[in-house]
């Protein structure tokens, strides 16, 4: 799949797969074991309030751990965003390139109504000279 990239980029990649896999799976069981819970199917030996408030200390354990899970899920984006701002040369040298023409085209546009400025200004000019000169107000 990305055999052309450098090998720190593929061993990379796959610690971001790694890790994300690891952050989903870890909310999902986690999940899955509060609802078991929830639902206080556990036969057991215990006191029954013994039982509750083992229940709740699992579920709040539980509850962090998707937590914790969830804020390393957040880590991961930022990490990826940094990757990409920081080695994404391609897209940035594109978008160089990019702003470069369109500067361009913009810096030829504004040489050209500059130029008809200036002809329009000397015509004008010419004519106030001219009328000037003429004139018997002078």
């Keep these: 799949m990305h055999r052309n990239l450098p090998q720190n980029k593929e061993a990379l990649l796959k610690s971001y797969t790694t890790r994300l896999k690891e952050d989903?799976?870890?909310?999902?069981?986690?999940?899955e074991e509060i609802i078991k819970l929830a639902k206080g199917e556990n036969d057991s030996q215990l006191n029954r309030m013994t039982q509750i408030e083992q229940d709740t200390f699992e579920m709040q354990v539980r509850a962090a751990n998707i937590v914790r899970a969830g804020e390393s899920?957040?880590?991961?984006?930022?990490?990826?965003?940094?990757?990409?701002?920081?080695?994404?040369?391609?897209?940035?040298?594109?978008?160089?390139?990019?702003?470069?023409?369109?500067?361009r085209t913009k810096q030829q546009e504004c040489d050209q109504k500059l130029?008809?400025?200036?002809?329009?200004?000397?015509?004008?000019?010419?004519?106030?000279?001219?009328e000037y000169f003429t004139s018997i107000y002078k």
């Design 24 to 31: 989903v799976k870890s909310m999902l069981e986690n999940f």
């Design 73 to 103: 899920l957040m880590k991961l984006v930022s990490d990826i965003k940094q990757y990409l701002i920081l080695n994404d040369f391609p897209s940035v040298n594109e978008a160089i390139t990019q702003n470069s023409k369109l500067f």
């Design 115 to 130: 130029m008809s400025l200036r002809d329009d200004i000397a015509a004008d000019l010419y004519d106030l000279e001219d």
